[in-house]
T-cell receptor
Framework: AQTVTQSQPEMSVQEAETVTLSCTYD???????LFWYKQPPSRQMILVIR??????QNATENRFSVNFQKAAKSFSLKISDSQLGDAAMYFC?????????????FGKGITLSVRP | DTGVSQDPRHKITKRGQNVTFRCDPI?????LYWYRQTLGQGPEFLTY????????KSRLLSDRFSAERPKGSFSTLEIQRTEQGDSAMYLC???????????FGPGTRLTVL
């Protein structure tokens, strides 16, 4: 079974600064996707960024980028130029590309606060 | 299309009562997922449907839980004889195909007294 570990329960960043959220995972599969989801307080979860395991290049979406280290099974999220609206819980998630079930396996999440 | 919707948003019930939640996926999405999120944890997979067929159930889904998706449109999740341990946020997500992005609803927060 796959597992996703987010060992930092909380982080704080100054507005306009950069912050990195850590995630490690464990799997015996070679074909999978990794995701970062954002869950603002009392609002629904939205996808921030995704990475396909076969792609060497790290994914980037505007101010959000990942550092994907497949051998180390590490998948961190970097948020540049942090904004107040980035304050939320962030979940790292894994999805297998093998078989018919595309369920997501989530980590425990990290609460990010942004200081004005 | 306004996205995935869930009803009710909040439900408070007494232990032993039955509750039913509804999820309306994005139209034309053929896959529908249910997850459960307890306080301080990430969502955990419960079950999923492809059209009207329920294809997998997690071991978390005890026999008190049942889910349906008649006609492959909306889905319902029923919990019978609720227990305090059932208190959680129940999330629904839908996707168009197997490997497409899952879009989440706002969730139904269940409190069992």
């Amino acid at each position: 079974a796959q597992t996703v570990t987010q060992s930092q329960p909380e982080m704080s960043v100054q507005e306009a600064e950069t912050v990195t959220l850590s995630c490690t995972y464990d799997t015996s599969e070679s074909d999978y996707y990794l995701f970062w989801y954002k869950q603002p307080p009392s609002r629904q979860m939205i996808l921030v960024i995704r990475q396909e395991a076969y792609k060497q290049q790290n994914a980037t979406e505007n101010r959000f980028s990942v550092n994907f280290q497949k051998a180390a099974k590490s998948f961190s999220l970097k948020i540049s130029d942090s904004q107040l609206g980035d304050a939320a819980m962030y979940f790292c998630a894994y999805r297998s590309n093998t078989g018919a079930n595309s369920k997501l396996t989530f980590g425990k999440g990290i609460t990010l606060s942004v200081r004005p | 299309d306004t996205g995935v919707s869930q009803d009710p948003r909040h439900k408070i019930t007494k232990r032993g009562q039955n509750v039913t939640f509804r999820c309306d996926p994005i139209s034309e999405h053929n896959r529908l997922y249910w997850y459960r999120q307890t306080l301080g944890q990430g969502p955990e997979f419960l079950t999923y449907f492809q059209n009207e067929a329920q294809l997998e159930k997690s071991r978390l889904l005890s026999d008190r839980f049942s889910a349906e998706r008649p006609k492959g449109s909306f889905s319902t999740l029923e919990i019978q004889r609720t227990e305090q341990g059932d208190s959680a946020m129940y999330l629904c997500a839908s996707s168009l195909y197997l490997l497409n992005e899952q879009f989440f609803g706002p969730g139904t927060r269940l409190t069992v007294l």
